[in-house]
């Protein structure tokens, strides 16, 4: 079990610039992971199966994107005991992002804002990382997910080119990719959820995935994430394109550009994607939304807003299949991973 409580940690985190906290914890996760100090985070993985997409998740509790945008820190998070972990978002070239300050808490709502804007390496350097993690090397069923974007300076009308680039570099490192098409930080992505466009690019992925299976004997799984931002209608032409390409899954949601739940807290109005309890049950309504549209098999990652036990199992029974992390993570600790599969099993 960790040696340090979170809660002791956190304060003294909280106290310093949000991004300057994340930059801080990524340092000494990426420096300690594989050391004796990695004991301070450990915890014993919860085992509590399942299979999706031709996968086995060892439990149904993951790390979001967004955290380990370059994949530092694989080694670090799996002994955290989750069951999946996503890292990335990663774009062809390296980019730094959006100009700073572009990171925000707002602890009276439990929630973070950002606008980070797919601030990476570059996938050069992030396989690079991927190749150097060793905890799957060790028998840990962990799996991992690798989630790819496309350049802030790559016109919309070019995006396909970014996604496919990226496609042919993750996918022999990757258990699934993710393919990112809902962050509200980079210009015009968004769009991309549209029917027509998403049609043409999953169409192309859907292609290429095919030639890499063939070229290298398996069949990655390929995920897309979408926004919570979205009307019924515009759920049910996503649900019907995802099938029509084959895609193996769908994670929902991606943060919220909406602030109804935290108008007038400091932070409220500064622009970027609202993640943490305000967007829970949004996500969820999306994620039964897309359960009804898509059926009882089709697998569903649900993320958003699950800062406890009782929220991810809110998720499950809304109708996802496995749950994500991220901004509970930052506020409960790495002890919310295994009271949240813990309560999930208990479910069975």
Partial sequence: MSLIPYALARPFLF???????HDLTMNLLARGQGTPLQWAWSQPM???????????????????????KNARCIDALSAMGFGFVEVGTVTP???????????????QARALVNRLGFNNQGLEAFIANVRQSKCRAGGNPMLLGLNIGKNAATPIEDATSDYLIALDGVYPHADYVTVNISSPNTKNLRALQTDDALDALLGAIAERREQLAAQQGRRVPVFVKIAPDLEPEQVTVIAAILQRHGMDGVIATNTTIRRDAVQGLPHAEEAGGLSGAPVREASNEVVRQLRAALGP????????????AEDAVEKIRAGADVVQIYSGLIYAGPALVQSAAKAIRALR
């Fill in 15 to 21: 106290r310093l610039d949000a991004e300057a906290a």
């Fill in 46 to 68: 919860v085992s509590d199966p399942i299979e999706l997409a031709g996968l086995r998740f060892p439990n149904r509790v993951g790390m979001a994107a967004g955290l380990d």
């Fill in 93 to 107: 070239k390296p980019q730094p992002g959006n100009p700073q300050p572009r990171m925000f808490r707002i602890p």
């Fill in 297 to 308: 098999r089709f697998p569903i990652i649900g993320v958003g807003g699950i800062m406890s």
